[in-house]
């Protein structure tokens, strides 16, 4: 505790780290004021049965992604989602369209070219999902949700829909300006911590909601609740490990003689990632699934019926199948894309080095591309099982709200951003020559960020 203490002594010390998380939470305060701003028109006391159906299903996990503003009809109501929609769609351009590829390879010039991209695709994006999401907003609303100063409501116009479409755009545009800032002026990974925001601001009513249902049901309750604890204490363990396991390759580099010095004659090791995709895979199978309930218009999953019928349906059979084996399949993808072993190879050969028992060169890349499949295997099924948690503890009776919180998107983004600002802060006190957060002063990131 004392050395707890001593550390937040520390980091109010250091006056760039102050400035930094003081602006974050700046930050933060606006995007979680913004959630409940409603779009003008639209009586922000008549949103219960919109409210209701935003619990559960697809439209559950939106509304917790953008931290409740979906199911208050905000202007933040699609959120940060877009963004990273438009920003998976340009990582996939980048792996196969020769264009893209080009730009990647400018520097910065290239990556401006490509976040200017991002943005206008993202406009496309939100221009696509705000009249589904209003239409949905409509139906869930009463007839008396009419505010007597805006009554086009009733009979929408074109007025009420141009202005509530581009209100959305504002909205998402701003929450990923906002994340941005975070990234260039705060503690970093803007637009991840933006989504953590959201997914920890559901967490307090999840489990409130979770302790009544359980004390409802007397004293056998009370125990379901602890052992449903103990349950997502050993998941939350297996998320980090998975994030933070490595496989160590050990890498020989032979002696040269340059002068009067000698150099290599030493061993090293080279980290390969259990799981080097990170929590893009789910991202990627998530994008696609929301598909679905995005062409449906955000109806309620009951009123579907039929293929989009299954795959809204987060409990299902079918929409876990298929989430379950796309996560496999986008890990080996991603992971393929992003750990060019041939590279790796030609590295370790320039620098005189060698793995032991292993000819330099092709045999080597043979020999790391035999190793990551291997390793991301049992990496890629945990990381799809983590992912079809939630629908797993819903069939032992855990409320949907809180059963979100046992996996998916929502579990490995939290310990992913958690980390990576934990070692945001780490990094400038060890700089500025402070104790860091642990003993050993390192604290593993992930990869793969958004």
């Given at each position: 505790?004392?050395?707890?203490?001593?550390?937040?002594?520390?980091?109010?010390?250091?006056?760039?780290?102050?400035?930094?998380?003081?602006?974050?939470?700046?930050?933060?305060?606006?995007?979680?004021?913004?959630?409940?701003?409603?779009?003008?028109?639209?009586?922000?006391?008549?949103?219960?049965?919109?409210?209701?159906?935003?619990?559960?299903?697809?439209?559950?996990?939106?509304?917790?992604?953008?931290?409740?503003?979906?199911?208050?009809?905000?202007?933040?109501?699609?959120?940060?989602?877009?963004?990273?929609?438009?920003?998976?769609?340009?990582?996939?351009?980048?792996?196969?369209?020769?264009?893209?590829?080009?730009?990647?390879?400018?520097?910065?010039?290239?990556?401006?070219?490509?976040?200017?991209?991002?943005?206008?695709?993202?406009?496309?994006?939100?221009?696509?999902?705000?009249?589904?999401?209003?239409?949905?907003?409509?139906?869930?609303?009463?007839?008396?949700?009419?505010?007597?100063?805006?009554?086009?409501?009733?009979?929408?116009?074109?007025?009420?829909?141009?202005?509530?479409?581009?209100?959305?755009?504002?909205?998402?545009?701003?929450?990923?300006?906002?994340?941005?800032?975070?990234?260039?002026?705060?503690?970093?990974?803007?637009?991840?911590?933006?989504?953590?925001?959201?997914?920890?601001?559901?967490?307090?009513?999840?489990?409130?909601?979770?302790?009544?249902?359980?004390?409802?049901?007397?004293?056998?309750?009370?125990?379901?609740?602890?052992?449903?604890?103990?349950?997502?204490?050993?998941?939350?363990?297996?998320?980090?490990?998975?994030?933070?396991?490595?496989?160590?390759?050990?890498?020989?580099?032979?002696?040269?003689?340059?002068?009067?010095?000698?150099?290599?004659?030493?061993?090293?090791?080279?980290?390969?990632?259990?799981?080097?995709?990170?929590?893009?895979?789910?991202?990627?199978?998530?994008?696609?699934?929301?598909?679905?309930?995005?062409?449906?218009?955000?109806?309620?999953?009951?009123?579907?019926?039929?293929?989009?019928?299954?795959?809204?349906?987060?409990?299902?059979?079918?929409?876990?199948?298929?989430?379950?084996?796309?996560?496999?399949?986008?890990?080996?993808?991603?992971?393929?894309?992003?750990?060019?072993?041939?590279?790796?190879?030609?590295?370790?050969?320039?620098?005189?080095?060698?793995?032991?028992?292993?000819?330099?060169?092709?045999?080597?890349?043979?020999?790391?591309?035999?190793?990551?499949?291997?390793?991301?295997?049992?990496?890629?099924?945990?990381?799809?099982?983590?992912?079809?948690?939630?629908a797993l503890v819903s069939l032992m009776g855990v409320t949907s709200a809180f059963a979100h919180f046992y996996g998916g998107t929502s579990l490995l983004i939290?310990?992913?951003?958690?980390?990576?600002?934990?070692?945001?802060?780490?990094?400038?006190?060890?700089?500025?020559?402070?104790?860091?957060?642990?003993?050993?002063?390192?604290?593993?990131?992930?990869?793969?960020?958004?």
């Amino acid at each position: 505790m004392n050395r707890l203490i001593e550390t937040i002594r520390n980091i109010f010390k250091i006056e760039e780290l102050r400035k930094r998380i003081l602006f974050t939470i700046l930050i933060i305060l606006i995007y979680r004021f913004g959630s409940f701003v409603v779009i003008p028109g639209i009586d922000p006391n008549k949103l219960s049965a919109l409210q209701d159906s935003s619990t559960q299903g697809l439209l559950g996990l939106l509304n917790m992604f953008s931290g409740g503003a979906f199911g208050n009809a905000s202007v933040f109501a699609l959120g940060i989602m877009p963004y990273i929609t438009a920003s998976i769609i340009i990582q996939l351009l980048g792996m196969a369209v020769p264009y893209f590829q080009r730009m990647q390879k400018e520097g910065e010039s290239g990556r401006k070219k490509l976040n200017q991209i991002m943005r206008y695709l993202t406009v496309i994006i939100v221009a696509i999902q705000a009249p589904g999401y209003i239409k949905n907003v409509l139906v869930q609303l009463p007839n008396e949700a009419v505010t007597p100063f805006d009554p086009y409501v009733s009979s929408p116009g074109f007025f009420f829909w141009f202005s509530s479409v581009v209100l959305l755009i504002a909205g998402t545009l701003l929450v990923m300006w906002l994340g941005e800032k975070i990234t260039d002026k705060g503690i970093g990974n803007g637009i991840s911590l933006i989504i953590m925001i959201g997914i920890i601001a559901r967490l307090p009513g999840a489990f409130v909601g979770e302790c009544a249902a359980r004390f409802a049901q007397g004293g056998t309750g009370l125990l379901v609740l602890v052992i449903e604890l103990i349950v997502l204490f050993f998941v939350m363990v297996g998320t980090i490990a998975l994030v933070q396991g490595t496989r160590k390759i050990p890498v020989q580099y032979a002696k040269r003689v340059v002068g009067n010095r000698q150099y290599g004659g030493v061993r090293q090791y080279i980290p390969l990632k259990v799981n080097a995709a990170g929590v893009m895979p789910i991202i990627f199978a998530q994008a696609i699934m929301f598909l679905p309930i995005t062409v449906a218009g955000f109806r309620q999953t009951e009123e579907l019926s039929g293929f989009i019928a299954a795959f809204t349906n987060i409990n299902g059979f079918w929409y876990n199948f298929a989430f379950f084996l796309m996560i496999v399949a986008f890990t080996y993808f991603y992971t393929a894309v992003t750990m060019n072993t041939n590279q790796m190879a030609e590295d370790i050969k320039k620098n005189g080095g060698f793995i032991p028992g292993v000819k330099p060169g092709k045999k080597t890349a043979e020999y790391l591309d035999t190793i990551m499949s291997r390793i991301t295997l049992p990496g890629a099924i945990f990381l799809a099982i983590v992912a079809i948690m939630p629908a797993l503890v819903s069939l032992m009776g855990v409320t949907s709200a809180f059963a979100h919180f046992y996996g998916g998107t929502s579990l490995l983004i939290l310990v992913g951003v958690v980390l990576d600002t934990l070692q945001q802060i780490e990094s400038h006190l060890l700089m500025h020559h402070y104790d860091g957060l642990t003993k050993t002063g390192r604290i593993k990131g992930r990869v793969g960020r958004m």
